[in-house]
């Protein structure tokens, strides 16, 4: 499985930006899907990803502002980011968990103060 993740950039704080992760096969049979994101100097975190019962969980920090979705028509997943504060700054990354763990190569998120 290959995960191919964009829509990172740079944004104010208060912006919104849509991240998109391309997934190389059919989505129909993955449950477990989503997003995590690494700072500098940082531990990897969740930021949003679907659960094996097929429910979106997140992060504490993004709860409110963040918004995962799916499509298994363009097997591509989505976080819709709101409310962006600098401490949002990572670079974001896809997971998908199918028979392994597959990872993104990332997409850099920066929010400006």
């Known amino acids: 499985v290959q995960l191919q993740a964009s829509g990172g950039g740079l944004v104010q704080a208060g912006g919104s930006l849509r991240l998109s992760c391309s997934v190389s096969?059919?989505?129909?049979?993955?449950?477990?899907l989503g997003w995590y994101r690494q700072a500098p100097g940082k531990q990897r975190e969740l930021v949003a990803t679907?659960?094996?019962?097929?429910?979106?969980t997140y992060g504490d920090s993004v709860k409110g502002r963040f918004t995962i979705s799916r499509d298994n028509i363009k097997n591509t997943v989505y976080l819709q980011m709101n409310s962006l504060k600098p401490e949002d700054t990572a670079v974001y990354y896809c997971?998908?968990?199918?028979?392994?763990?597959?990872w993104g190569q990332g997409t850099q998120v920066t929010v400006s103060s």
């Open positions: 679907f659960n094996s019962g097929g429910s979106p």
């Open positions: 096969r059919s989505m129909f049979g993955i449950t477990t």
């Open positions: 997971n998908v968990f199918y028979y392994g763990v597959y």
